[in-house]
């Protein structure tokens, strides 16, 4: 894919805060179960960074795994812009799982645009065994949970879009 490393970020591509079980790729890859990290492959290394409330956890869940714990805000622990920029590597990432405004954090931290993987590389390794996405129908909150009717949100969405200028 001409990458040196690939950034695999916790979460699913609405950024949602719990996720389904085909989008746990980083507990997948890693065996970590909390709800902020990001693990990142090279060639020769393994590194997961997460943040101090999961430092006991992910020490304890990584082990053994070939995954070397990145302590977040730690003295003497790169943060994954740092590493990446002193590394000199092509960072992959799947464009799905990567909000515009972490691309342009990447980058205003001075890193070489990512590459844009589009098959996720975690899921093409986790293949026949991952998860299957819910085939349930959606179904929506009534105005008593949501404040507000589906039409009217969207409704509202329409004519934002209409006041910027937006044709479709």
């Given at each position: 894919?001409?990458?040196?490393?690939?950034?695999?970020?916790?979460?699913?591509?609405?950024?949602?805060?719990?996720?389904?079980?085909?989008?746990?790729?980083?507990?997948?890859?890693?065996?970590?179960?909390?709800?902020?990290?990001?693990?990142?492959?090279?060639?020769?290394?393994a590194?997961?960074?997460t943040?101090?409330?999961?430092?006991?956890?992910?020490?304890?869940?990584?082990?053994?795994?070939?995954?070397?714990?990145?302590?977040?805000?730690?003295?003497?622990?790169?943060?994954?812009?740092?590493?990446?920029?002193?590394?000199k590597?092509?960072?992959?990432?799947?464009?799905?799982?990567i909000?515009?405004?972490?691309?342009?954090?990447?980058?205003?931290?001075?890193?070489?645009?990512?590459?844009?993987?589009?098959?996720n590389?975690?899921?093409?390794?986790?293949?026949?065994?991952?998860?299957?996405?819910?085939?349930?129908?959606?179904?929506?909150?009534?105005?008593a949970?949501?404040?507000?009717?589906?039409?009217?949100?969207?409704?509202?969405?329409?004519?934002?879009?209409?006041?910027?200028?937006?044709?479709?």
């Amino acid at each position: 894919h001409g990458i040196g490393a690939y950034v695999q970020p916790m979460g699913d591509a609405h950024t949602s805060e719990y996720i389904s079980d085909a989008d746990k790729r980083v507990e997948w890859l890693t065996g970590f179960t909390g709800s902020a990290g990001t693990a990142v492959v090279t060639a020769d290394k393994a590194l997961f960074w997460t943040d101090g409330r999961y430092f006991l956890q992910a020490a304890e869940q990584l082990k053994g795994t070939g995954f070397e714990l990145m302590k977040m805000s730690e003295p003497g622990v790169p943060d994954l812009e740092d590493w990446a920029r002193e590394s000199k590597l092509v960072v992959g990432v799947d464009p799905t799982l990567i909000s515009l405004s972490a691309a342009e954090e990447w980058s205003r931290k001075g890193c070489d645009d990512f590459k844009l993987v589009q098959h996720n590389l975690v899921d093409r390794a986790w293949a026949e065994t991952k998860p299957k996405r819910s085939a349930s129908a959606l179904r929506t909150h009534g105005v008593a949970l949501a404040g507000e009717s589906v039409a009217s949100k969207i409704a509202r969405v329409a004519d934002a879009l209409k006041e910027k200028g937006c044709t479709s």
